[in-house]
């Protein structure tokens, strides 16, 4: 059966990405920061990898600690947000923003360069970034949000660029969108259920080949470019 590893899988879109795959029988890494407290995970049976994304030594060492494992599937689904205040210039917070670009962009990309030798032995590699509508620039009308909005833009600069690398070893990048889904992150007025978003990003995750590498593709399929200019319909 294939194997994937995922990010920030002890909650949100990272566990029930963990979930899905466990049962359809596909091997997973789940990664977290803290296993002992990630009990939801502890009753998958899936091999549990500490990984906090601000540790870069630590992801080369978890990098390392797959050595030999090939990996069909990697997903860079960890991600922090500003919190709750995030209305203009009074939700910055510097120490928090420069965590934010360390988990959101140099994470994936460290993970995802650790892990080259291991997509490669697959025989259908696909690597991906859970990217959002908050990191199209076309879509803010509003000031605030800067830790979470600078960067997922940066996010997903580094999938195209990510996908620009793995072109000569055919290993598919791209960046999906998961819509705005109830998760700590999303909120509980978030219209998506967690099980849908999933579901349907794997269906997209099943046809990714290198046709559509450095493509931002919504949860339904939809290319949505990378200049956004109209609003998506939830
Ligand atoms: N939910 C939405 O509406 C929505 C919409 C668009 C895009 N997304 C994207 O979807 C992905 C998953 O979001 P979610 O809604 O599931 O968020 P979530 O419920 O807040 O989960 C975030 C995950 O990231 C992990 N994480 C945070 N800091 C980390 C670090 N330093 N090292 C390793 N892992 C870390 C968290 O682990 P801890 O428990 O240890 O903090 C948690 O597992 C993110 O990339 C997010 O930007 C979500």
Known sequence: MPTVVVTGANRGLGLEFAKQYKSDGWKVFACCRNPEAATELAQLDVSVCVLDLLDFP????????????????????????????????????????????????????????????????????????????EGCLQTYNTGGTYLYR?????????SVILANDLKERNIPYVCLRPGHTKTDMGGRDAPYEIDDSVALMRQVLAKVDMELTGCFIDRNGDLIPWSLDQDLNY
């Open 58 to 133: 630590a992801i080369e060492n978890f990098t390392n600690s797959l050595d030999g494992e090939t990996v069909d599937l990697l997903i860079n689904n960890a991600a922090v947000h500003d919190g709750t205040a995030v209305e203009g210039f009074s939700g910055i917070e510097e120490n928090n923003w420069v965590k934010g670009f360390k988990v959101n962009v140099m994470g994936p990309v460290l993970v995802t360069k650790g892990l080259i030798k291991n997509l490669s032995a697959s025989e259908n590699p696909v690597a991906a970034t859970i990217g959002s509508q």
């Open 150 to 158: 600078t960067t997922k833009a940066a996010a997903h600069a580094a």
